[in-house]
């Protein structure tokens, strides 16, 4: 009998700490400057693209894995207050849990260390041991901050089963050409789509529609679909039916940590209940502008009701 595919989403994903700093202007080689503001808080692009799916109203499984130090009380209590299932996140006896090291100017940008942590630990093994999970997805999700070829043999598995992958490619890892080519969508910003060739020859700045252009120039060759997050100005998106540019609503922008993963998250859970990909980008968009008006990550999330208000406001006349 074959088995009934869900709705809900599964990311494969770190999960970190955040000890966050927030300083008027980034300090310059060797200098010290004092902050105005510190938090500890959930992190991790997986932690974070699974609460925000979470938050959009999909069923969300996360595999990921922490540490057995004092810092794996931080991501569970946040997973435990969000209502976010954690059967598939595990302790790994003797490594710390990932941290993430983040400075926020401002103006609201930022600078990132990551220590992997038990990260490290989610190897090809666990995507064997979860192919159950993986089969009945109805989306599975996952980052750049896994090992190489955790990533791969992931994509592998549900280019097998049928599973729609969704590969954000951040950070921009060198993943086999033939794990990106299963992802539908690629989500990369405009520094991880030079990395892969795509828009090699485009500014940042470069208009929305020269991006466009460069996302649909590569669909089925270089992946099955594209979505590149232009920041503040939205994302444009290109899959076999055609490609679009989405711009952003004008916000204030008080901290852009995890916008991203916002969007991303959005993102899984909209294809996962079945939209087509550009209502699903412009709800993501929705969810990057309404992130980046609070401090953190996570916490600075909004729900499902208020992500796809303003996404429909930004598609009206």
Same mark, same amino acid.
């Given at each position: ?50 609460? @925000?799916?979470? %938050? ?20 569970? /209590? ?9 059967? =598939?996140? $595990? ?6 849990? =990932?941290?993430? /090291? ?18 490290? #630990? ?5 995507? #064997?041991?979860?192919? !159950? ?9 996952? /980052?750049? !901050? ?8 992931? #994509? ?21 050409? !033939? $794990? ?20 090699? =020859? %485009? @500014? ?5 529609? #020269? ?11 270089? @992946? ?17 039916? =055609?490609?679009?540019?989405? @711009? +952003?609503?004008?916000? !204030? ?17 909209? %294809?996962?209940?079945?939209? *087509? ?5 412009? $709800?993501?968009?929705? +969810?990057?502008?309404?992130?980046? /008006? ?18 429909? *406001?930004?598609?009206?006349?």
């Amino acid at each position: 009998m074959a088995e009934t595919r869900s709705h809900g989403v599964v990311v494969f994903g770190s999960v970190n700490v955040d000890a966050t700093s927030y300083v008027g202007e980034f300090p310059r080689p060797g200098e010290t400057v004092h902050s105005h503001g510190f938090r500890v808080a959930l992190g991790g692009k997986g932690a974070n693209q699974a609460v @925000a799916a979470h %938050l959009s109203g999909a069923p969300v499984e996360l595999v990921a894995r922490v540490g057995d130090d004092a810092n794996a009380e931080v991501p569970r /209590q946040a997973f435990a207050g969000f209502g976010l299932a954690t059967d =598939g996140v $595990a302790s790994v006896p003797g490594e710390p849990t =990932g941290v993430a /090291q983040i400075t926020v100017s401002g103006t609201g940008e930022n600078t990132i260390v990551v220590t992997s942590g038990a990260n490290s #630990a989610l190897g090809v093994e666990v995507v #064997a041991a979860e192919r !159950e999970r993986i089969a009945v997805a109805g989306v599975v999700l996952t /980052q750049g !901050e896994l090992p190489v070829p955790t990533i791969e043999a992931l #994509a592998a598995a549900c280019d097998a089963a049928g599973v729609r992958f969704v590969l954000n490619l951040a950070p921009p890892v060198a993943v086999a050409e !033939e $794990a990106v080519a299963v992802a539908d969508p690629l989500v990369v910003n405009v520094h991880e789509a030079r990395t892969l060739g795509l828009g090699a =020859g %485009l @500014a940042d700045d470069a208009p929305a529609d #020269a991006w466009r252009e460069a996302a649909a120039s590569v669909v089925g060759a270089l @992946a099955r679909s594209v979505v590149v997050t232009l920041g503040a100005r939205g994302a444009v998106a290109a899959d076999g039916t =055609g490609s679009w540019a989405v @711009a +952003a609503p004008e916000v !204030e922008v008080v901290d852009t940590t995890g916008a991203g993963d916002a969007a991303t998250g959005t993102l899984a859970a909209m %294809l996962a209940e079945g939209s *087509r990909l550009l209502d699903a980008v412009r $709800a993501a968009v929705a +969810a990057g502008a309404l992130a980046v /008006q609070g401090r953190g990550t996570v916490d600075s999330y909004a729900a499902r009701d208020a992500v796809l208000d303003l996404a429909e *406001r930004m598609e009206a006349p």
